[in-house]
């Protein structure tokens, strides 16, 4: 715009002459094509840096094999959408610190819900994935029924996960599942939607209902009246075919979509004006249409159209309306997909005993530049690789399950199943620790071959990606590193034929586009940086690739056997040394890294723990005797012997004092748990006294059941003298068994225990104005000196001072059953004897042991059927015996009758009323 105004105001200008407009006019088309020009190669050059990136972020997921982790993950989803995403290494990873921190909330949440719903877990294997289905309407393609019942149980199975989760979150802590109840929070489960399919389809038979239209409703109506009609027709015609023998036996059947019946070639007469329809394959049964049927199976082609383009309509209505929703239903199965995700990388979590990674924001300037040697950007302790770890696992639980299906391999374990050899499954990873100070820009990692350097980078930049896609980490404690923006790295053989790559090339062309990437948030990994050209050029070109790096990324890792590189940590602080350990007496690394060291190659060790010749490795040896300066590998050789000795002294310490430091704290919990629980060790010892008084209760009663069972089978068939025999002998074994589980004084008590007692609500306690009886507390009052008790049906208040604890608290429950088993011993010291006489010679009657034979039940009775009940157990009882009248409370009416009954009876001498140890009952004395 500014460029067309300032050529205008040109051409308006009087005093320019012609050649000098034209001059300025060629100058600003210029300036406006250059304009463009650069416009064009900054949109291009941005479109090859973001293909440049996505490419190289591609190439370094696969360098760290991200999909194989990935796969770990698939066995833990539940619906095919997050599996695909899974099996195609495509899950999300967080394009900035707040998408990773969502990320790891919602592992987190997704945690504490399968902790909740451990015993009724959630299930979202029902979550259907109808993108195909959505795609299809959304083009214009009619939906069957089968799919519009998918898309309608899809809809259904997310509104219950929805109120199963906030359901869990009423019942706990709301901020725990925020996360997750946040992932379908703007979700719309299209309720409406999957009602109207409901009403219009019967899902589990997949046919339109009838009601799903009015005229849908009348044409049935009228095709299942036109059939009526049609079918009867044609059982008429056929039964007079069969009758008239055209035919076996009646045959109704359809033919070209019409209703016919069969008859013989030779019987055809028998339907004239019929038209065939078909003829069998032997000539001898045509299967016709008789002419009264005619109009009927016009009528039924006629409604199944009509049925059948209803019926289109109806389906043609609910696709619109998905089609229409299509977006809304796509955003819920994402939701439900990423909720899926979530609960996986939950199980994962669980199955590798993972750790929740703290992604640190970027350092600031004031902590760079005033560094304390304490204060780490990355300290992640105990880190297993996660490929390593998942292989370890699957192995060792198909090892298990073999070995548990097949007896005959178990070893004497401890309880574990033992492992074949070393080729069935592998060993656990070694863990590692990976500490970085912040402010280090690039870490050199030196060692051995074989001792773990590339397999220690690779860990960790698969913990930053893990970190990133809200995956917990295999690690001890709380792992702590920063969000890197991009993971780069060049690790293994770039060579490529095709290309005209060597081994170095590649390795530098790929060095070449991550340098043109990397940001101040990167993390850049780079395995033998410098390899495969002349070592001094090699050492040249690295060091000045480490001077790029240390301004230009956040962190570098590199791994070199290139000792130069490691002297750089003494020019500048920003660089950090690591060195992989190596045993020079099993001549076999350990894989444990230790930060700060310089380590060796140590090729001359390896190839001769490989099988080299003896004298290969003298002269070789003769050479680097020779390429360094006199005695230095002796001195250096001697220093890390006696550092290595020092360090392994240290650490005996250490484990020693940790051991000590256990066992001690160990000691002290144990008596800090004893003397807490104190309390709860008295409940229990009470606890199980109390079960133990129950299990001779218990004992105690199925023992005078049986005397009673002997004593009723033995009273069938005992006479009038081995009756009284008969009765001592069953007093003699009840008091026995009374007196082995009763002691007498089970239930003293002293004076200082009643001083300071306060009776409690509910509580048994003995009552001196009752004879020590046992009554139950029903209110008591420490503001008063008076407690209200209940004995029985009565209840009265008396003094504290007249009631008393039972010593013994486990005898509760056996006081409280004694009153229930000792009723007959009671009532026979407190009725006459079993005897026939007394010694003044008063009439005597049979014992006071209610049982089967001397009772008789009133209740439940009407007054009149009661009457004459009591008045028949009379007549029955023999001379000088006792009738038990059991009649209940109730109301009372019972009660009345029988004692009238009773009381002016002729062969009732006399009655006792019932009592409070035999409520609605009463004992009459028969002449």
Known sequence: MQISTHFLSLQSTPFLSFRHRHRHRHRLRLSYHSTRSFRLKLINSLANSS???????????????????????????????????????????????????????????????????????????????VSEILHSAASGQLLTVRELCRVRRMLRAAKAISKKLAAVAEEGSLDRYTPLLEILQKCNF??????????????????????????????????????????????????????????????ITKRRSRMCVGVRASHKYLLAGGVVLNVSSSGATYFMEPKEAVELNNMEVKLSNSEKAEEMAILSLLTSEIAELESEIKYLLDRL??????????????????????????????????????????????????????????NFTDSITSNTMDPSILGKSDGMAPIKSSKDVSSSPVPVDIKVQCGTRVVVISGPNTGGKTASMKTLGLASIMSKAGMYLPAKKQPRLPWFDLVLADIGDTQSLEQSLSTFSGHISRICDILEVASKESLVLIDEIGCGTDPSEGVALSTSILQYLKNRVNLAFVTTHYADLSRLKEMDSRYENAAMEFSLETLQPTYQMLWGSTGNSNALAIAKSIGFDGNIIERAKMWVERLKPEKQQERKGVLYQSLMEERNRLEAQFKRAESLHAEVMKLYHEVRVAADNLEERGIALRAKETQKVQQELKAAKSQIETVVQEFENQLQTADSEEFNALIRKSESAISSILKAHIPGDSFSFTETDASSYQPQSGEQVLVKGLGNKLATVVAASEDENTVLIQYGKIRVRVEKRNVRPISSSKRNDAISSRQSFQRQEEQSREFPSNSDTTESGATTYGPLIQTTKNTVDLRGMRVEEAAHQLDMAIAQRGSNSVLFVVHGMGTGVIKERALEILRNHPRVMKCEQDNPMNYGCTVAYIK
């Open 51 to 129: 293909e440049l990136v996505t490419a190289l972020q591609s190439e370094t997921l696969k360098t760290l094999e991200w999909p194989s982790l990935c796969n770990y993950l698939s066995p833990f989803t539940s619906t095919s959408m997050a599996l695909s995403l899974t099996k195609t290494a495509a899950i999300p990873i967080g394009q900035s610190q707040e998408e990773s921190q969502k990320l790891l909330d919602q592992t987190t949440s997704a945690l504490h819900a399968m902790e909740a719903l451990k015993s009724d877990p959630l299930d979202l294997s029902a979550i259907e994935d």
């Open 190 to 251: 299209q309720r409406e939607l999957e009602q109207k399919i409901g009403f219009c389809i019967d899902c589990s038979l997949s046919t339109i209902l009838s009601r799903a239209s009015e005229d849908l409703e009348l044409i049935r109506a009228e095709r299942k009246r036109n059939m009526e009609n049609l079918d009867s027709l044609l059982k008429e015609v056929s039964v007079s075919i069969f009758q008239a023998g055209g035919i076996d036996k009646p045959l």
């Open 337 to 394: 997909q990423e909720v899926d995700l979530a609960f996986a990388r939950a199980a994962y979590a669980q199955w590798v005993n993972g750790v929740r990674p703290t992604l640190s924001s970027k350092e600031p300037e004031v902590l760079i530049s005033n560094r304390a040697d304490n204060v780490l950007s990355i300290d992640i302790e105990g880190i297993q690789h996660p490929l390593l770890l998942g292989s370890f696992l699957s």
